[in-house]
């Protein structure tokens, strides 16, 4: 009798643990997720932090994008991948915000030019026949990831990138001190404008010589009276500011004569504390724009490399949907390259052809914490996230 009882005990037991299992296992994914999200919102100091609705609300977008980026990581194991220097995707200061959010706080910067192809009609200095993009333009990255299948995708990394003979295998114009420090554009939408301005103080360092003393200029004011259509925090395009440049003959105002902001304003308005309106600090001679280029390299990439090892660094429009859960490695895929598909304004500084994965050294303008202290490698010779789409080349007067 003891032994029967003995039996229906551990028949007991055994079974209690089967049904516990369910129970334990799920609450501990949830439980450590919250850890997660805990340390997300004390690193990134989130203002919710003591608000009890809106943190559940957050986390539970932090969960999606924990699930996201799981998924994001493991496409790049397939069969046709080259994993080797991938780009690698976490938890970034952007995973509790919808796409919706992220796109209308981070990739609003692109001007429309009225659905316009650039036949001659629109700015000069637009290569003919390259569309600009609308703006705030809808990209869903679910069904953008979903279609991006390896073999397709890959089928472009097998094209032969012609590269000059005496090309150097490796530039970064940051070693050579004329690059200023990363910006974060904050909840205004200027990397139209950040990344001309700063490409712009780099030539300066250039051209000078002078290449211990890259000076920051005068974003805010840049982005505040740029006219030729560009509109402020709520988007512009680097092509049409480099016209209005080129045409205004302005000096650019060096940047502690106008703090930048990072704010949108309800107006433009081209005002400054300190300075009237359209005034312009001419402490800097030599930098207004004497001649400029947009143009599309696909399938040329080797001269944006010539330009970048023999001039400096240049501008570009990409595609920067992706990036939101990006930390480092190198950007090969999730990142297409359509020339409709431009959100986003960038600075290229360099590149490395002697890596695994060749690429740019691009610098970004969301600040520090983002990436690679602020900058993001993106392969080289297959226009990926559109890179080469939209190129601009400046030359100083």
């Known amino acids: 009798m003891t032994e029967v009882i003995e039996m229906l005990m551990i028949i007991l037991i055994v079974a209690l643990c089967f049904i516990m299992i369910p129970f334990n296992t799920r609450p501990s994914a949830v439980l450590e997720s919250r850890r ?16 009890v609705r809106e943190y559940d609300y957050r986390f539970q977008i932090f969960r999606s994008s924990l699930s996201r980026i799981q998924k994001l990581n493991e496409r790049q194991t397939g069969p046709d991948t080259p994993v080797q220097g991938g780009a690698i995707y976490g938890v970034t200061q952007y995973a509790d915000l919808t796409d ?6 981070h990739l609003a910067d692109l001007l429309a030019a009225e659905q316009q192809t650039m036949d001659g009609g629109g700015p000069p200095g637009v290569m003919p026949g390259v569309s600009l993009p609308p703006l705030h333009q809808k990209y869903v990255i679910e069904s953008r990831s979903a279609e991006m299948k390896n073999d ?26 004329v690059i200023v420090p990363v910006k974060s554009q904050g909840s205004c939408g200027a990397s139209w404008a950040i990344s001309v301005v700063d490409t712009i103080a780099a030539m300066v360092a ?47 105002g060096v940047a502690d004569a106008c703090p930048y902001r990072g704010m949108a304003d309800s107006e433009q308005n081209c005002t400054l504390p300190g300075l009237a309106a359209s005034t312009w600090d001419a402490a800097y001679e030599g930098t207004v724009v004497r001649s400029f280029s947009c143009q599309r390299f696909e399938n040329e990439e080797h001269r944006m490399l010539h330009h970048l090892a023999t001039s400096g660094p240049i501008v570009a429009a990409v595609n920067a949907i992706s990036w939101k859960y990006y930390l480092g490695g190198v950007i090969q895929q999730h990142c297409e390259s359509g020339a409709e598909l431009l959100n986003h304004a960038v600075e290229i500084v360099g590149y490395d052809l002697n890596a695994t994965v060749p690429y740019y050294i691009v610098k970004n303008s969301w600040g520090t914490r983002f990436g690679n202290r602020g900058y993001v490698n993106v392969a080289i010779g297959r226009n990926v996230c559109g890179i080469a789409n939209r190129v601009a080349f400046i030359e100083l007067a």
């Open 36 to 51: 997660k999200f805990d340390i997300f919102v004390r690193l990134y100091d989130k203002p919710y932090r003591y608000d």
């Open 152 to 177: 397709i995708i890959f089928s472009r990394a097998r094209r032969e990138l012609k590269l000059p003979s005496n090309l150097p295998l490796a530039v970064d114009w940051r070693e050579k001190g």
């Open 206 to 252: 250039i051209k000078r010589n002078d290449r211990q003393a890259a000076v920051d200029l005068c974003h805010e004011q840049v982005i505040r009276c740029a006219a030729n259509g560009n509109n402020g925090c709520t988007g512009g395009d680097p092509c049409r500011l480099l016209q209005w440049l080129q045409d205004e003959s302005f000096h650019i």
């Open 100 to 105: 919706r959010e992220f796109i209308a706080q």
